[in-house]
């Protein structure tokens, strides 16, 4: 069970340092600073204390006796419980290794050895501001039903997801362990756009299409974290959605819609005709009562003008 600490009105810091030193200079600088504050010496006791308390951020010791600073925080974002929980790192070593091992292990910044106190307060305020705006911003897209999800590149991990994306991509990728891994066409998409937008920044992402039976689940490329997430918005459709919104948006048959509908898609005469058991001329026939009734002379125009009013 969480701790029962008084949360509205103070930030709650969790610091792990082997050294009592080190603990007490930043307990009383961050204690002046009206933070509440708690400690922990260990690896095992830090582990604890988090999931006990639920800090809004942890101070973390990058080398300690036993279990080090990287394994904590590897648990720590392994648990559903505390992996929202920022995380900066104090260590001695500055080697890009060992930053790169920092954040690798899911830490949101680091500070050098000896520590500073007037910059590490100033770092816990600028992290802690960061993510009161994203659980905001969560807690509004659970509310409103939003399909989105935040991942990491570097750990292939999905670190943060709606409840509706949940059920996506367990819908969608079934066989597959998705709890917190991503699925590796999701992974390998999201690798491949980012790589495309280092070459070409200006570019538009192109998004991701699975496809289930008559249903698509779309990944669109939305925007990266203050702490280096990507934020992923996934949509489904699917054929009978798209015919009645057709159905909806323009005067016209059901057979017109769904031969708009197939047009939409890229389909030949042919092809519709097979989809929809009909022949190609007939299709042909529908095609022409569709471009009277929507004003246009054409299939690109037909497609352009079905589509705009679809995605709108």
Do not use: C
């Amino acid at each position: 069970m969480p701790l029962e600490l008084d949360r509205s009105r103070t930030d709650i810091v969790l610091i792990v340092d082997d050294v009592p030193e080190n603990l007490s200079v930043l307990h009383d600088a961050l204690d002046e600073s009206g933070f509440t504050v708690l400690v922990a010496t260990n690896g095992e006791s830090a582990l604890a204390r988090a999931r006990q308390s639920l800090p809004d951020i942890i101070l973390l010791d990058a080398m300690m006796p036993g279990m080090d600073g990287f394994e904590v925080a590897r648990r720590l974002k392994a648990d559903f419980s505390t992996r929202h929980i920022p995380i900066i790192f104090m260590t001695g070593l500055t080697e890009t290794e060992h930053i790169v091992a920092a954040f690798a292990a899911g830490g949101t910044d680091y500070v050098a050895k000896p520590v500073r106190t007037g910059e590490v307060i100033a770092r816990v305020h600028t992290h802690l501001a960061s993510a009161r705006q994203m659980k905001q911003a969560r807690s509004a897209l659970d509310a409103f039903g939003q399909a989105t999800l935040a991942l990491r590149t570097e750990s292939g991990r999905i670190t943060w997801q709606t409840p509706l994306a949940r059920k996506l991509l367990a819908d969608y990728f079934p066989h597959e362990n998705h709890g917190d891994s991503t699925p590796p066409a999701l992974l390998h998409w999201l690798e491949t756009t980012l790589a495309a937008l280092r070459t070409t920044p200006a570019g538009t992402p192109l998004p991701l299409h699975i496809s289930h039976d008559s249903r698509r689940l779309i990944f669109s490329l939305h925007d990266q974290t203050a702490d280096g997430e990507w934020l992923v918005v996934l949509r489904e459709e699917n054929d009978a959605a798209q015919i009645e919104a057709l159905l909806a948006a323009f005067p016209l048959t059901r057979k017109e819609a769904e031969v708009l509908y197939w047009v939409t898609q890229g389909k030949t005469s042919p092809d519709i005709g097979d989809i929809l058991g009909s022949s190609p001329r007939t299709v042909n026939k529908h095609l022409e009562h569709v471009y009277e009734k929507l004003g246009v002379e054409n299939r690109t125009a037909a497609t352009k003008l079905a589509l705009a009013r679809l995605r709108g």
